[in-house]
């Protein structure tokens, strides 16, 4: 698992939650924003037509009521008790008010129910008012009806009676309750369903944005041919559309470049492969002008050694650029062998004939090590030969091994390092870094040392080729050291 | 001082190489290509062929097998480091060593001393012909047979049988044959030693894949016997 797919599994808030929220939101808003105004409509018409039935009834029987004053309280009662029995569309209590006189078709002559307000309206209104009234969790309707005679034609004069019916409206209540449940009830299933086609969108959009993704990362890797393909023409087609030609022309500059460079390179081996068969011819008969330079008059003498010196040092350097061109060709080839590293390093001492004092050593036998002997050979060689050039006599040259992150259960890598002490002046900090670069020039004034300008560049290809590591630093006494890490394998050879 | 015959096809360093060995003492015929170089190897009769492998023409490879086919003449090959594939194919065709241009005469001679040496180790106590197997090794006179059948080695090839069997049972080391065998110091490439032990394997074994005489321990080099 790579740690890109660790985040997107731990991003809470990421694509993918967002519409799915935005989703909901919207469902939520509709399906709810539905069920209520269908909640009020259906509500306000069940208890508009409940309401539109008590009122026009008792106003027909109020109506059709005669009222001859005086009237008796037990004669009041016992209308009120007609038209209690005609109420509709449920049963309702009637009550009476006229004057002091206080009657019902119920129990008690005054109702609870009724507020001063309807009181206060039937006064005002002669054709009659109503008000909705919730009293301990029960629903009632309260009509007022101010009963009226004739006083001519066209006009009526109240008569000072003022019936009011109560009807419980329970029934009405349960049929809006109802409809509250059922507009829940259908709007969470709702909200499921829409959950789907919130998936189907998450997906739509998150499928090419994550091949956005892996093809970016494929990018990085290197695969600079990776291609999204591209479907359909949305916006996320457009930004892969994009993409592909964005990673089109990378590569294409890439290319470019790598071409350049494999140009460059080629040129510096071909130059060097040229150079070394003249070389070749001329590096034989330097002998020969040594030989003869004796003979011949001053000048001529001096500038035949030059010529032999100088073509002893371009056939070096050449040799180098050769070398160094492999490198970077990759055609460099390990061809380890299992060797005693001590003898391998007093060989290369004994080779260069720096067997006298100028180079101590610190050569523990018995380790044995896989390595290219011949590149180990260069290694050391160069190392020792530039701290004698560079630095100062007496050199030393230190093996020994360690295990890196060693712990209690684990051996950890076992290494060999190799280092070369010089007693010079040691190295300035603001050389250190370029100290491997080729053809660096710690002295500006000296234009040419004695060596090719890439033996350092040399010796830090053939460490890498070994797996290993080279730096260079100061001792603290003063002196330059190079120290060699090279990982030891000796397990696999005994395999 | 041995007659050497170079085969290079390159004018300067066929020139450089000659002028140098010749003030060294030498005597060189000089040719420019494989087949004139086959042609004066009758008539010159060279104690050592020193060849360039890249020639126009008969390339160096096919000029090595042509000699070894019915010759013990040591051959060294003329090649550039890091041309490894001709490093590797010239090893096999039979050279007997390789010296990476450019080089100065005095290290061309060193190696042409190299080759031409013979070994310094029939000890007194030492039998003259000495048996193993179905080998018969005679130190002194330089042969080696097999069952009775007298084997076509070439000089490096009977120089690292000697020193193997000098010792029998004995490891030696890659690094250590280099040494002793070529004195080629730790700058050479142990294929050299690679390609001679596979070239006289073909020679002495029964089976090139399960050799008896000489064997190897990996990690560590080759030794002769056990038997």
């Given at each position: 698992m790579t740690s890109g797919e660790q985040r997107s599994r731990v991003r809470v808030f990421g694509l993918r939650a967002r519409l799915l929220l935005a989703f909901l939101v919207v469902a939520a808003i509709s399906a709810g924003t539905t069920a209520a105004l269908t909640y009020r409509e259906a509500r306000s018409a069940l208890l508009q037509t409940a309401q539109d039935t008590a009122v026009t009834s008792f106003r027909d029987r109020v109506q059709q009521t005669g009222f001859s004053l005086p009237l008796p309280r037990e004669d009041l009662e016992g209308v009120l008790r007609d038209i209690a029995r005609m109420g509709k569309p449920h049963p309702w209590v009637v009550f009476a008010e006229y004057g002091s006189i206080r009657a019902s078709s119920g129990e008690n002559p005054v109702s609870t129910v009724i507020t001063p307000e309807l009181r206060r309206a039937a006064r005002a209104n002669p054709h009659g008012s109503f008000e909705r009234v919730v009293k301990d969790g029960v629903p009632y309707l309260t009509i007022a009806m101010p009963t009226v005679f004739k006083a001519g034609p066209d006009s009526v004069l109240p008569s000072g009676i003022v019936l009011y019916a109560v009807m419980r409206m329970t029934d009405e209540q349960l049929n809006v309750d109802a409809l509250l449940m059922a507009g829940r009830d259908g709007a969470l299933p709702g909200l499921a369903v829409a959950l789907i086609p919130g998936l189907i969108a998450a997906r739509s959009v998150l499928r090419p944005v994550r091949k956005l993704r892996q093809a970016a990362l494929s990018m990085g890797s290197g695969r600079l041919d990776t291609r999204i393909p591209v479907r359909g023409s949305d916006e996320l087609a457009d930004l892969a559309r994009t993409f592909n030609e964005s990673t089109g022309q990378l590569e294409r500059s890439v290319r470019e470049l790598r071409e350049a460079e494999e140009r460059a390179r080629r040129f510096a081996s071909d130059v060097s492969h040229e150079l070394r068969t003249p070389l070749a011819g001329m590096l034989a008969v330097t002998e020969v002008l040594d030989e003869d330079a004796?003979?011949?008059?001053a000048d001529t003498a001096r500038a035949v050694r030059l010529i032999s010196a100088e073509t002893g040092k371009l056939a070096v350097l050449v040799e180098d650029l050769m070398e160094i061109s492999r490198f970077d060709a990759r055609a460099a080839e390990l061809n380890a062998d299992e060797v005693d590293v001590a003898e391998a390093i007093r060989k290369t001492l004994q080779n260069r004939h720096w067997t006298d004092d100028r180079v101590r050593v610190e050569l523990p036998d018995g380790i044995r090590a896989r390595l290219d002997p011949r590149r180990f050979d260069v290694v050391i060689a160069n190392l020792v030969g530039n701290a004698l050039r560079h630095g100062g006599a007496p050199v030393t040259v230190s093996l020994h091994t360690e295990h890196l992150g060693a712990e209690a259960h684990s051996p950890g890598t076992a290494v060999l390092i190799t280092e070369v002490a010089d007693s010079g002046p040691g190295i300035q900090p603001a050389v250190l870094p370029h100290?491997?670069?080729?053809?660096?020039?710690?002295?500006?004034?000296?234009?040419?040392?004695?060596?090719?300008?890439?033996g350092l560049a040399i010796t830090l290809e053939n460490v890498k080729l070994h797996g290993g590591t080279i730096r260079a630093g100061n001792l603290p006494g003063g002196g330059a050291v190079f120290t060699v890490e090279i990982p030891l394998h000796t397990e696999e050879a005994d395999g | 001082m041995p007659r050497v015959l170079l085969i290079e096809d390159d004018p300067s360093v066929r020139e450089g190489v000659e002028l140098g060995l010749r003030r060294r003492g030498h005597e060189v015929r000089a040719a420019a290509t494989g087949e004139a170089g086959l042609a004066a190897l009758a008539e010159f009769r060279p104690d050592l062929l020193l060849l360039d492998l890249m020639l126009p023409g008969m390339n160096g490879v096919q000029v090595c097998r042509q000699v070894r086919e019915h010759s013990q003449l040591p051959i060294i090959m003329l090649t550039a480091r890091g041309d490894d594939f001709d490093v590797v194919i010239g090893l096999e065709a039979g050279a007997d060593d390789y010296i990476v241009k450019p080089a100065r005469p005095e290290v061309i001679e060193a190696r042409i001393r190299a080759v031409l040496r013979r070994l310094?180790?029939?000890?007194?106590?030492?039998?003259a012909i000495e048996v193993y197997g179905e080998l018969t090794i005679d130190r002194a006179g330089l042969t080696v047979t097999k069952a009775g059948r007298p084997l076509t080695l070439a000089p490096s090839e009977l120089k690292l049988l000697l020193h193997l069997a000098a010792a029998p049972e004995q490891v030696f080391s890659r690094q250590q044959l280099l040494e002793h065998?070529?004195?080629?110091?730790?700058?050479?490439?142990?294929r050299l030693v690679d390609a001679c032990v596979a070239r006289l394997r073909g020679k002495i074994e029964d089976e090139v894949g399960s050799p008896r005489y000489v064997q190897t321990l990996r990690g560590f080099g080759y030794r002769f016997g056990p038997l």
């Open positions: 004796d003979g011949l008059d100290i491997f670069d080729r053809f660096y020039k710690a002295d500006a004034a000296r234009t040419r040392s004695a060596g090719s300008g890439l | 310094d180790d029939s000890g007194p106590g030492r039998p065998v070529w004195e080629h110091s730790f700058t050479a490439d142990a």
